[in-house]
Each structure stands twice: as structure tokens, then as C-alpha cells.
């Protein structure tokens, strides 16, 4: 869960009292105000207290302006005139020269004189071209321990290879060409390259037509079509449409229709980048860290991606259980609640595999506690023994940061902080203190998963709390990594803990699908009532901080050059980040937070639910030691995949997601995050019983399958409405009858890289009609789903099979319609030709447990 998930709205009657503003990205002086906050609103006690809350302009940072959105903006291209080669030589596997700066540029920072370029060969279908200043004083290498760095394979790259590097001397360009048609897949001919100590650009041309793919994480089409710009840094945010969220994954994959061949080019870099796709044309920018590009020949679409996903490191095999369906909500606030849930699933007759648990269970929303009220702990472990004894399964939610205790408060007592410290495993402020943010807690400290005693202390907090809470997976959020302030904000304020976020938690979602008015319209009154009432009731009177005073805010953005590191809080070029101001450090520990070995976030923020997923993953090793582990992390890297999976985030009630949700998970199948599922029927918003309907079948067809809703929405358990019911058991009925094919499909993933999720472009690599089809997908070869979304095109699909031969088929098990489906029906067609594995598993029907 995000911030903006679980508000959108600040609510200033109960939030703001104004404060004196410290300057962001510092220690602020103070930043609460005080509220009385019920406990239906705060969802963390069992009665009304005072309850001091972060005040609203704690929140704000200092607003950028994009380059790319300033026309006054200097262009890198035409101001800067690149670098000479020189000293060229051959090594055993490549190339090594120096690059020498023909004129001072210092664009966006200070140019860098001295160069060093590195090629290898490493394999007949990799190369790899480096490049990094000569001089790596102030200069970031993304370790090898840390992200591994595909090294050679071969012992003849130079003959293995059918990539050739070309290139030109001064000013500075090069270009890859496919050695067997001569084809060049990537060319900077006719631009500089810049490099300076917070802005490296290089840019490479694109034949017209030419069909990107890739560049995530956001919510898009499939294609990354001309005039997309690409932001590739860690944010929480909700799901916005076209702009960066969770994860980072710079790769993308050229399909070329022209020649019939495809390759990947993929950036092994931790910083922020930028990246714009024109027509004839692609441009990459990055603040910080070295060039480290690695171009993967292919040929054919599938290639490319068993050949990145194969470097980048082969996604985890899951338990088999984990392909069921699993059932979630942010609301489920008592134990007894979450035992009526399961039995209805049980009365309804609809499989379910696992319950899983928001933060609702939490004691204060603080990790590795249960509430002693709503979730006593005796009663909380009779329900999962429960659970257990029918073969099902139990996630809870862990969120990335630790509470920080108020030591003035003798009863605030959380030996995971107290044993955190002891390890030295957070973060620390610039002058060695402790970096302490804001959270669901309240003031919270931040694991670094680079300090040598973060793993051990993270491994005995998971094995402890698995004593008493026997889990059989995690579920990992906000680890972009979040914090509801900006800076450290706690550093002068943690003693007032614990304090309220600065919003109103579990606000009746007032938002329904497109066309609920007119499906639902004898409804619209009987919710519109319900807002009315929550609007309309006096909220109790708030009372400004004794050390408050009037609130400034600057509008200077502070960008400014800086040499060394650079400006690590401000950077020069301002990537267009997806918050309100597009200050980095809003939503986010702040980029001069400090790791244990000097590293700031600013060069490694991307990587810190990376970080989590690893420590995750080797713990549960511990907690389970005969098991695969299971995992769902919110923010994701290249690798990420040999971990855990991925959901698709914050999305909204409407049919837009739903139909985003095919690019979402073709594009993690890419990634190399092959188990990738969303919300069904939508998180944020009310859904309703036809968006919930459809949602469902779709759902049933991706790997990852759960529904997931906000606290404050209405009800959307499959349950809910009659006919979701009925179309629900029809197609689990389909599901878990191919499972086995499924599975088969999961480990040939975590062998070749090859996802089960796979678009029809992947499939008919040669049929440009096909190139930007995101409305239907292929379940590996054999299964092909049309869901009923805006454009049909499954007759297509029929045909292209008919031509190579296959006879389509839709077997008793399989229904097959048109666009006007009815409710039960989904569109769902395999080969004759291709026999599937299968069986009728359920969770009660079952008699061996599956690991």
C-alpha cells in the first residue's frame, strides 16, 4: 500500500496546524500537529485518544521543473561536442581505449576529461560496451555483489559473436551491427556523448515503424511508442497513467518487422534515468554511475528474452500452492472478520487457496506485531492452524520501515528497533545520526541492506515472528523506498511518537466504474448517502503544536551544479518524477541518506526493494528450510525475479486498469518477473458486479491471481453478487484443471526465462498486424485468452493458427463466444495438436500438500 492509495485527499480539519518549515531533505525542527483522531479513523487502537498527526506541509518538497518540459532547457546535443578516441587496443576479449573531451560542456554538471571504454565479448549473443571516467573518486560502480555483472562466457567471443562494434573516432560514436546481415541495431553516430558527474546522454537511431517494447515500470501500452518518455526511478504512487512507478527495469527489446529480427539493449545502472522514445531516434539520460550497456542479438523476440532474463538471473521456481487463488483486503480489522471471509469462501463453494492480511493486523501498524485486540494472538494462530488443516495458506503484509519507540514514553517498548540498533543496520543522515522518516507508525527508521549486519538481524525478526505467527509467505509494500515526509523529519520530533499520517485513513472511496450510474443507477442514492454522512459529521477540534508558527515555502528548485558527488538533494537535470513537485525526496527517504559504506540513496534508491527482497528471500531460507520461498514485493529491479513476484500495485476500480493489466504483466514476463498478477476488480474506488465479473475470468488467467481492496471501498469478495459468484466457479473450475500445464509453464521460466504470460507478437514474431495486440495473450503456446474488453480480435488469432496448420479447437473444458460473452463466459482457445497437463485440484479435494 501507498501513500496516495490511501488518500488521495488530505483532510485539513483533522491534519493541519502550521508549523515552522525547516528546509527539506534536513532536519526539521517540528513537524506534528495534534489531533483527537478516533480509532475508527486511525485503525490502531482500541479507543479515542489524542493522537499527534504529521503536519500536511512536512509533506512538500521543493518543487523541480523537468527539463523536458522546459522549453528554455539547454539541449546536451547541441551544446556539448563529445569526446575523441584514442589509444585503442586489443584484449583478450574486446577493446580498451580512452576518451578525451574535445570542449568543456558542463551542462547539467561538471564534464568528466578523461574516459575509459571497455568492450567485450562475452558471449555469441551478448556484448557488453563500459564506459567510466578515468578518475573514480566521487564515482559510483554499481557492485558486482550487489547486482551481478554478466562477465564472458566463451572462450572465442571475437568469432563466436554475430555482434560487431563499429565505430568513429572523433568526435566519439559507435554503432552495433549484426555481423551476419549487417544490419546496425544501435548507432550514436551524429550525436555527443556527454558525460558529467550528475548527466550522462547517449542516443542511438531507430528506423521509422520500429516497435519498442519494455522500459518499466508504468502503467502503458505494451508499445513504447514515439513521444513516450520514460522515467525510471522507484516512486510510490498509485498507479498514475504514463509516469514512473515501483520498480526500475532499463531494458527495452526492438522488434523489427523490416528485417525480421529482434534484439534487447538493456542499461545496468542504479541512478535515475530518463529516457525518450522518438520516431527515428532514442535518447538516455542518467544522473550519475557509469555506462554499462549490454546488447543482446537475439534474433527472434523469444531469444532476446531468455538471453536477458538468463544474465540478469533466472526467476525462483514458486510452490505450486501459490498458483491458487488468494483473497486480500485492506479492512479485514479483526480476526473474526477474517474467519467469516474464509468460511464464506468454504459456503460458496469457490476454491481458495490463501488469505492474506493488510496491515489491519498490525499492533499500531508496526511490523512483526499482531494488535492485541483485533488480532489476539491466540485467537489469530487458531485461524491459521485452521487454515493449515484444509491445506491452505496464510501472507501477511510487511512494510519497509521500523517504528521508532519514544523513549520518554516507558510502555513504547519494540525490540525489533531495539535490536536494529544494536546491529547498526538503518540508515543514517549525513552526520551519522539516524535518518528517521514517517510511515503508517509514525516516525520510522529505514533497514540498509548494505550494512553487514542488516541480513542477520532481518532473518531472526522473520524467524522469531514466524514462531508466533506461522506464515507461509510475505507480502513486501512500500519499499520504493516510502516515507510520508520529506527528510528527516523525525530527527527532532520521534519523542512525540506515535504519530498519525497526514491524511484520513479509510475514506469511503466515492469513485465507481465507467457506466455505474447508468447499471446501477437505483444504487447511486444509497451511496451518495454514505458520503454525505461521513462529510457532514463536525470532526473533533485540533490543537497547532505549542512550537508552531507560520509556514514558508520555497520556490527556489536549488538545482544548481556542485562538483564531487554533485548536488545529491537537487540535481541539476530534473527528472520528471511522478509527484506533485517532483522532488525526489517526496514520497521517499531522502537522496543523501546514508548506507553504512559511504553510498548515498541517490545513487542506489532504486535498488533498496532490490535490497529487501534478497534479505526477504534468505530469511525465509531459514524460516522454511525445506521449502521454496514465496514472495510478492511492490518494487522490483533487474533480478528481482530470482526472489520474488510482482502485483501491479495501487490500481483503480475501472475497466482502464483492467485493460492495462495485459501490458503490465506481458511487460514483467520481459523483465524477468514472470509470477505477476494485479488487484482484481481494482483497489482503489468501488467496483461493481460487471467490472468484478469480467476481472475475475480475466484474473483466472495470469499466474499471480488475487483480489485486493481499499478500506474504505465497498465489498467485492467474489461472493459478493450472485452472478460474480457463478462466473467465478466456472472459470476457477478452468484454472485449476490446467494448473499442471501451468506450473509446467513456471519452472520452464525459471529455466529458460521464458514467461507462461506471453504476447501474441512473441508467438508470430513475423506478423506486424499483430505487433501492438495488448487485449488478448497467449498462456504459453497451447491457451489463448480474449477477455471482453474494448477490441475483440480473437477471429484473427484463429486464422493465424489455421494457417500454420494447428486446428483450433475449444475443448468441453474451454468457452468460446464473442464480444457480447454473457457474464459466465470468457473467450479461451487451445490447439488440438497440443495435449495439456492436467487435473482438477482444490484445496479440500486434495490429499498431498503441495511445497
Known amino acids: 500500500m501507498l501513500f496516495a492509495k490511501k488518500t488521495a485527499t488530505a483532510f485539513t480539519a483533522l491534519l493541519t496546524a502550521a508549523v515552522s518549515a525547516s528546509p527539506a531533505h534536513h532536519k526539521a525542527t517540528s513537524t506534528f500537529s495534534t489531533s483527537i483522531i478516533s480509532s475508527t479513523a486511525s485503525a490502531t487502537s482500541s479507543a479515542t485518544s489524542e493522537v499527534i498527526s504529521l503536519a500536511q506541509w512536512a509533506t512538500i518538497g521543493v518543487t523541480q521543473y523537468p527539463n523536458i518540459f522546459d522549453s528554455s532547457a539547454a539541449n546536451a546535443n547541441e551544446v556539448c561536442s563529445g569526446y575523441s578516441l584514442t589509444g585503442l587496443k586489443t584484449t583478450e576479449t574486446g577493446l580498451y581505449g580512452r576518451l578525451n573531451l574535445l570542449k568543456e560542456c558542463n551542462v547539467y554538471g561538471y564534464d568528466f576529461d578523461e574516459l575509459s571504454l571497455f568492450v567485450e565479448y562475452q558471449s555469441a549473443e551478448r556484448l557488453n560496451i563500459q564506459i567510466q571516467p578515468v578518475d573514480l573518486t566521487y564515482v559510483y560502480i554499481l557492485p558486482d555483489n550487489l547486482v551481478p555483472k554478466p562477465g564472458v562466457e566463451t572462450l572465442t567471443p571475437?568469432?563466436?559473436?554475430?555482434?560487431?562494434?563499429?565505430?568513429?573516432?572523433?568526435?566519439?560514436?559507435?554503432?552495433?551491427?549484426?555481423?551476419?546481415?549487417?544490419?546496425?541495431?544501435?548507432?550514436?553516430?551524429?550525436?555527443?556523448?556527454?558525460?558529467?558527474?550528475?548527466?550522462?546522454?547517449?542516443?542511438?537511431?531507430?528506423?521509422?515503424?520500429?516497435?519498442?517494447t519494455g522500459l518499466g515500470e508504468s502503467i502503458h501500452g505494451f508499445q513504447q511508442e514515439p513521444g513516450a518518455n520514460k522515467t525510471l526511478y522507484a516512486n510510490d504512487a498509485g498507479d498514475p497513467i504514463d509516469a514512473n512507478i515501483y520498480g526500475v527495469h532499463p531494458i527495452y527489446v526492438d522488434q523489427r518487422y523490416g528485417t525480421n529480427t529482434t534484439h534487447g539493449v538493456y542499461v545496468r545502472n542504479s541512478h535515475a534515468q530518463e529516457v525518450l522514445v522518438r520516431e527515428e531516434y532514442l535518447t538516455w539520460r542518467l544522473l550519475g554511475g557509469t555506462l554499462d550497456i549490454y546488447f543482446f542479438t537475439g534474433p527472434t523476440v523469444k531469444d532476446v528474452i531468455t538471453q536477458y532474463v538468463s544474465t540478469i538471473g533466472l526467476p525462483n521456481l514458486i510452490p505450486y500452492w501459490s498458483l491458487g487463488f488468494h483473497q486480500c483486503r485492506w479492512g479485514y480489522q479483526t480476526s473474526d472478520r477474517l474467519?467469516?471471509?474464509?468460511?464464506?469462501?468454504?459456503?460458496?463453494?469457490?476454491?481458495?487457496?490463501?488469505?492474506?492480511?493488510?496491515?489491519?493486523?498490525?499492533?499500531?501498524?508496526?511490523?512483526?506485531?499482531?494488535?492485541?485486540?483485533?488480532?489476539?494472538?491466540?485467537?489469530?494462530q487458531d485461524v491459521i492452524e485452521t487454515l493449515h488443516a484444509n491445506h491452505q495458506h496464510y501472507i501477511p503484509i510487511v512494510d519497509a520501515a521500523i517504528y521508532h519507540p519514544s523513549p520518554l514514553n516507558k510502555s513504547d517498548i519494540y525490540p525489533v528497533f531495539d535490536d536494529g540498533v544494536a546491529a547498526e543496520a538503518f540508515l543514517k543522515n549525513p552526520d551519522g545520526s539516524l535518518y528517521i522518516g514517517a510511515v503508517w507508525p509514525g516516525y520510522t527508521v529505514y533497514p540498509d541492506w548494505l550494512a553487514s549486519g542488516t541480513q542477520d538481524w532481518w532473518t531472526k525478526a522473520m524467524v522469531d515472528w514466524h514462531k508466533k505467527v506461522p506464515f507461509d509467505g510475505i507480502w513486501l509494500d512500500m519499499n520504493e523506498v516510502s516515507s510520508f515526509c520529506v527528510g528527516s523529519c523525525g530527527s527532532k520530533n520521534y519523542t512525540q511518537n506515535p504519530v498519525h499520517p497526514p491524511f484520513d485513513v479509510g475514506a469511503p472511496a466515492i469513485t465507481f466504474p465507467l457506466g455505474f450510474n447508468i447499471t446501477n443507477s437505483t444504487d447511486i442514492p444509497y451511496y451518495n448517502s454514505i458520503w454525505y454522512t461521513y462529510t457532514h459529521t463536525p470532526t473533533p477540534s485540533s490543537t497547532a503544536s505549542t512550537t508552531s508558527t507560520s509556514t514558508t515555502v520555497s520556490t527556489d528548485p536549488m538545482n544548481t551544479k556542485a562538483p564531487g558527488k554533485g548536488n545529491i538533494n537537487y540535481p541539476p537535470y530534473a527528472i520528471n518524477?511522478?509527484?506533485?513537485?517532483?522532488?525526489?525526496?517526496?514520497?521517499?527517504?531522502?537522496?543523501?541518506?546514508?548506507?553504512?559504506?559511504?553510498?548515498?540513496?541517490?545513487?542506489?534508491h532504486s535498488l533498496w526493494g532490490y535490497g529487501i527482497t534478497n534479505a526477504t528471500y534468505h530469511a525465509l531460507l531459514e524460516v522454511f528450510p525445506d521449502k521454496r520461498p514465496f514472495i510478492i514485493s511492490r518494487s522490483t529491479f533487474p533480478g528481482s525475479g530470482k526472489w520474488t513476484g510482482h502485483w501491479g500495485g495501487d490500481n483503480s476500480a475501472d475497466w482502464a486498469y483492467m485493460y492495462f493489466s495485459i501490458p503490465q504483466a506481458l511487460s514483467f514476463g520481459l523483465f524477468g518477473?514472470?509470477?505477476?498478477?494485479?488487484?482484481?476488480?481494482?483497489?482503489?474506488?468501488?467496483?461493481?458486479?460487471?467490472?468484478?465479473?469480467?476481472?475475475?475470468?480475466l484474473g483466472a488467467f495470469f499466474p499471480f491471481y488475487r483480489n485486493h481492496n481499499y478500506l474504505g471501498a465497498i465489498d467485492q469478495e467474489p461472493y459478493v453478487w450472485e452472478s460474480v459468484t457463478e462466473a467465478t466457479r466456472t472459470v476457477m473450475a478452468i484454472r485449476y484443471a490446467i494448473l499442471p500445464y501451468y506450473y509446467t509453464l513456471m519452472y520452464e521460466a525459471s529455466k529458460t526465462g521464458m514467461p507462461a504470460m506471453r504476447a501474441l507478437s512473441w508467438e508470430?514474431?513475423?506478423?506486424?498486424?499483430?505487433?501492438?495486440?495488448?487485449?488478448?495473450?497467449?498462456?504459453?503456446?497451447?491457451?489463448?485468452?480474449?477477455?471482453?474488453?474494448?477490441?475483440?480480435?480473437?477471429?484473427?488469432?484463429?486464422?493465424?493458427?489455421?494457417?500454420?496448420?494447428?486446428?483450433?479447437?475449444?475443448?468441453?473444458?474451454?468457452?468460446?463466444?464473442?464480444s457480447s460473452a454473457q457474464l459466465q463466459q470468457i473467450v479461451c482457445q487451445s490447439k488440438l495438436q497440443k495435449t495439456l497437463p492436467r487435473k482438477y485440484i482444490r484445496h479440500h479435494s486434495r490429499s498431498e500438500p503441495f511445497t
Request: charged residues 20%; proline residues 6%.
Open 158 to 212: 571475437f568469432v563466436d559473436s554475430d555482434l560487431v562494434f563499429a565505430y568513429t573516432a572523433s568526435p566519439f560514436s559507435f554503432s552495433i551491427v549484426r555481423k551476419s546481415t549487417g544490419e546496425i541495431l544501435f548507432s550514436t553516430a551524429g550525436n555527443p556523448l556527454v558525460y558529467e558527474n550528475q548527466f550522462i546522454q547517449f542516443n542511438t537511431s531507430l528506423p521509422k515503424g520500429h516497435f519498442i
Open 339 to 380: 474467519s467469516e471471509v474464509i468460511e464464506n469462501f468454504r459456503k460458496f463453494d469457490i476454491p481458495l487457496e490463501t488469505i492474506w492480511t493488510d496491515i489491519d493486523y498490525m499492533d499500531s501498524y508496526k511490523d512483526f506485531t499482531t494488535d492485541p485486540h483485533r488480532y489476539p494472538l491466540e485467537k489469530f
Open 577 to 604: 518524477h511522478q509527484q506533485g513537485n517532483h522532488d525526489l525526496a517526496v514520497h521517499a527517504v531522502s537522496p543523501n541518506a546514508t548506507h553504512a559504506d559511504g553510498t548515498v540513496e541517490y545513487e542506489v
Open 673 to 697: 518477473i514472470p509470477m505477476f498478477g494485479v488487484d482484481v476488480c481494482g483497489f482503489n474506488g468501488n467496483t461493481d458486479m460487471e467490472l468484478c465479473n469480467r476481472w475475475m475470468q
Open 764 to 818: 508470430f514474431p513475423n506478423d506486424k498486424t499483430l505487433a501492438s495486440v495488448e487485449t488478448q495473450f497467449l498462456v504459453g503456446e497451447a491457451i489463448l485468452v480474449t477477455p471482453v474488453l474494448a477490441g475483440i480480435f480473437w477471429p484473427a488469432m484463429r486464422a493465424m493458427w489455421a494457417k500454420r496448420g494447428d486446428i483450433v479447437s475449444c475443448p468441453a473444458l474451454y468457452f468460446t463466444t464473442n
